[in-house]
């Protein structure tokens, strides 16, 4: 069973960065496909960038196509989401989702199974 943890959220300001981690205890990520999904207040859960498992391939959401991105570690422990010129629409409660190895992925919360306890991202002055 995979059970996953979130890192790395926290304060920042409008324009800052943030790198969130999401781990897993005994398992390799190399064997699943991993999204990162965000919740705020009054709003629906919102796909926001995946990576497959065997092509890597990557996927990510309009709102955050080219300040975001998502990439394994070389070891397969960690999956990192980078994320650069953040706005006050950034802010929300982060969650990494993990899927098993024959199915693809999505940005829709549907396609996983596992997922980690979240970590709150919070933009603002």
């Known amino acids: 069973h995979l059970q996953l943890v979130e890192s790395g959220g926290g304060l920042v300001q409008p324009g800052g960065s943030l790198r969130l981690s999401c781990t897993a205890s005994?398992?390799?990520?190399?064997?699943?496909?991993i999204g990162w999904f965000r919740q705020a207040p009054g709003k629906e859960r919102e796909g926001v960038a995946y990576i497959t498992s065997v092509s890597e391939s990557t996927y990510y959401a309009d709102s955050v196509k080219g300040r975001f991105t998502i990439s394994r570690d070389n070891a397969g422990s960690t999956v990192a989401l980078q994320m650069n010129s953040l706005t006050p629409e950034d802010t929300g409660v982060y969650y990494c989702?993990?899927?098993?190895?024959?199915?693809?992925?999505?940005?829709?919360?549907?396609?996983?199974?596992?997922w980690g306890q979240g970590t709150q991202v919070t933009v603002s002055t």
């Open positions: 005994g398992f390799s990520l190399d064997y699943y496909s």
């Open positions: 989702a993990g899927v098993d190895l024959d199915y693809g992925g999505g940005l829709d919360s549907e396609d996983y199974r596992y």
